[in-house]
């Protein structure tokens, strides 16, 4: 198998695992993890594809994701502290006030 | 180059499953570590070394280190967690399977781009050069970043740094601190 | 034939870097022992001895005490994952010992037609690569604090992951003004630019490149003793407040693990201190790697720094007492933090009044 399409191959299983995870997981922090997961795979993609074309802005885009999700991080946690405090927990299940 | 890019590639997909399947929280993190500092190795492996070493420095070194901050401040690894019920789980299977056999289809037989066409010549991965691209051509981007990051530090203190409604006790540091002012009313 | 004795070479490159690190450690445990003895003005470690040779406390630390505790119970808590118990330990040491691969120790060896590097890895991301090594150390505390369901134990973890995180961040602004100043970020080439002087009698060392650096290094030598956990930092393991923190339910080989990796990440941080300000294994005045025995005065010059920087560490943490944890937090927020970006800019914008 090519270089490139593996890495391809793989980015799309790693995206479907992470999807998969958000899905069916009820514990925030674990959703969040599910996302970085999924926002690597973009990464593993996007450098893979810089490698394909010889071109280095693939590598810049993945260092603003990783920024991104840095800031996502802080706020994201920060969220969940919030929630916690004040439902005392952080299943997605007993967070539903705003539900209609 | 291919065997190792193999053998690396199964154990990321395996700490990927890790991750979701885990039962509990910090499990998972841990996991999420392996996952990240495999994908490391991939980028090592793809000549982009400078964003391997960001990879770790940034993903597993302060991200994932917050993560599981929070998961010990709050007591949040309370042991197997129940998952969706059975239709949101099955559905969630089927519409990711779907999604990955679209996926798969796309990149092994639909591919628009000419695949083996312009393969680096190995400079691509040099840190000056992902420097001098950042600061020149995405300059702006670069700045708007800077600007996102410093709004995250005033949100997440913002939001975090509430003194009047102090955490409830859980099962992790408040449990410990509300126990040790339990034996000190004790004695007393 | 020539492939495999160029893995020989790296296997014999890799025994030899691996062995001088944990001995170091070692050694730096005796020197520990001995120094905290003479500072306290007592006699220390003295009763273990060889048909009556104890070579001043040597055979006490380096060989007693590693069977005392090879023969101890390996204690594991109740309803503990014996597995995770294990592999904390293993995780806090291993990001350390690999971090020294890129570290060179000596100018190239030049036989014939082929030159051998005392370098194990030549990575053009050299000081990346350690930033991140140290960043994954951090795992081996925070699991052992956790797996141990001990409060103590919590506790010391959680300080251990708040406080790394915050002294990780000025330990890498610290240096950004140095990096600029070497236009590199490969460790071999940066030992290189350091041969020679400056203003015709000072050693061309880091330190002396700008009139900032001094700055830099002190900001970056606090940053990297916080970063070994240990005394004025040693919060995450404070023996008067949490027992021993994150190591409480820790006995035995697991325990001596920790130890040892505490002492290598002294071993590790001096090295990264004389590489980055003092020249690593440059002699001042003599350019040693036109001498042909120069590689091997080198690796001494370089074991010589090395060992000063690790006994230096040795006598601050038996010196100064310990810190509370808010002074811990705002000394790197509120004051180190802000001198390393002032120095930062006070480094670039040197360097552009020189070029002007």
């Known amino acids: 198998m090519e270089v490139t399409q593996f890495y391809l191959v793989l980015g799309a299983v790693l995206f479907t695992l992470g999807t998969l995870g958000v899905l069916i997981r009820r514990n925030t922090i674990v959703i969040f993890m599910c996302i970085e997961l999924m926002l690597n795979s973009v990464n593993l993609t996007m450098v893979a594809l810089s490698r394909q074309f010889g071109e280095v802005s693939g590598q810049v885009f993945v260092f603003f994701v990783m920024a991104v999700a840095a800031a996502e991080a802080a706020v994201g946690l920060a969220i969940i502290m919030t929630a916690f405090r004040n439902y005392h927990s952080v299943r997605t299940t007993d967070v539903h006030d705003l539900a209609g | ?188 | 034939m020539d492939d495999l004795l160029s893995v020989g070479i790296v296997v014999v490159k890799a025994a030899v870097v691996m062995g001088a690190v944990l001995h170091l450690a070692a050694l730096t445990t005796w020197v520990e022992r001995k120094a905290s003895a003479l500072i306290q003005n007592r006699i220390g470690a003295n009763r273990a001895a060889i048909f009556g040779f104890d070579l001043a406390g040597i055979i006490n630390t380096l060989v007693a005490d590693p069977v005392k505790a090879l023969t101890k119970e390996d204690f594991v808590p109740k309803g503990v994952s014996q597995f995770m118990h294990s592999l904390a330990p293993f995780m806090g040491m291993f990001p350390v010992i690999i971090s020294f691969a890129v570290i060179p120790f000596g100018p190239p060896i030049v036989l014939d037609d082929r030159v051998i590097t005392l370098q194990l890895a030549e990575l053009n991301v050299g000081i990346l690569y350690v930033l991140a090594m140290g960043s994954l150390a951090v795992y081996g505390t925070v699991l052992a604090g956790w797996v141990s369901k001990n409060k103590f134990s919590l506790m010391g973890s959680l300080r251990a992951s708040a406080q790394m995180i915050s002294y990780e961040i000025t330990m890498g602004i610290s240096i950004i003004g140095l990096l600029a100043l070497y236009q590199t970020l490969d460790f071999a080439s940066i030992v290189e630019q350091q041969s020679g002087t400056v203003l015709g009698f000072l050693p061309k060392w880091g330190i002396f490149m700008s009139p900032f650096n001094w700055i830099a290094f002190i900001l970056f030598f606090v940053s990297v003793m916080a970063e070994t956990k240990r005394a004025p930092f040693d919060l995450p393991e404070s023996e008067s407040e949490l027992v021993a923190g994150y190591m409480t339910e820790y006995s035995g080989m697991k325990f001596l693990l920790f130890w040892l990796g505490e002492f290598a990440e002294i071993v590790v941080a001096s090295a990264l201190v004389v590489v980055l300000f003092f020249g690593g294994w440059q002699l001042p005045y003599i350019d040693v790697s036109k001498f042909t025995l120069g590689p091997l005065i080198g690796a001494m010059v370089f074991g010589a720094k090395v060992s000063a920087f690790c006994v230096l560490q040795v006598i601050i943490r038996w010196s100064v007492p310990r810190f509370r944890y808010d002074q811990l937090l705002n000394l790197c927020w509120k004051l180190m933090l802000p001198i390393a970006l002032g120095n930062l800019v006070a480094t670039i914008a040197w360097m552009i009044w020189l070029d002007s």
Request: with cysteine; charged share 10%.
């Open chain 2, 1 to 188: 180059m291919i065997v190792a890019m193999w053998i690396f590639g199964v154990l990321t997909v395996l700490s990927a499953l890790g991750v979701v399947f885990a039962p509990r929280p910090l499990h998972s993190a841990l996991w999420l570590v392996g996952t990240l500092f495999f994908l490391a190795v991939h980028f090592a492996l793809m000549g982009a070394d400078f964003i391997a070493a960001l990879q770790v420095v940034v993903y597993a070194g302060a991200i994932m280190v917050l993560v599981v901050f929070v998961i010990m401040l709050l007591g949040l690894d309370e042991g197997p967690t129940q998952n969706q019920s059975r239709l949101t789980l099955y559905s969630g299977a089927i519409f990711c399977g779907l999604f990955l056999g679209l996926l798969l289809f796309a990149f092994t037989h639909q591919l628009s781009f000419p695949i083996g066409s312009g393969v680096s010549n190995g400079s691509v991965g040099d840190p000056r050069e992902v420097g001098r691209v950042l600061v020149t051509d995405f300059l702006y981007a670069f700045e708007v970043i800077a600007l996102l990051l410093f709004a995250a530090i005033i949100g997440a203190v913002l939001l975090a740094n509430d003194r009047k409604r102090p955490l409830m006790p859980g099962r992790g540091l408040k449990a410990v601190q509300g126990s040790a002012n339990d034996a000190a009313s004790v004695e007393a």
